[in-house]
């Protein structure tokens, strides 16, 4: 068992001072136990903690293969489930309410939050730009196109049962 002062002073310090010095885009959570509770899974330290304290306002995905539920992690504050997520048992808590729609809703923002960041960033543009040239040079439908497969990657990467659940649902 770790304290509330321990898990602050010991372990949470070298994140906060980089959550607030960096402010960085995206973090990946944990899959471990902590007290008892996946960190992946833990609100506590992922919506409380992260987000609300430390004003975090990117996206925040799941170690590779992490053992936890898919809709828990969401419900957590997790926007991205790496490796393998679960679907169909995601879409049943759903439909059953356990996961809800503005949890869902809130992770998907935050994917493409990050995705527009990622197009419009002006490091990021100059780190792409011969791959823009290159798209330029293919004419402004291919980029339309490749935009538009980046965003329906994204969204699929979120919701991965896209092709069970109708947008609209969402």
Known sequence: RVSERALREIYLTAFEICVKTAQPWSIMSSYNLINGRRAS??????????????????????????????W???????????????????????QEGKLSREALRTSVKRLLTLLLRLITSPLQLAARAPVLSFLNRLGGAALGLCLGILVMFAAASVVQWTGLVDAATL
């Open 41 to 70: 899974e833990n609100d506590e330290l992922l919506t409380g903690i992260l987000r609300n304290e430390w004003g975090f306002d990117g996206m925040v995905t799941t170690d590779w293969y992490t053992f936890g539920e898919q």
């Open 72 to 94: 828990r992690e969401i419900e957590a504050g997790n926007d991205m489930k790496m490796g393998a997520g679960m679907p169909e048992h995601t879409l049943k808590m759903l």
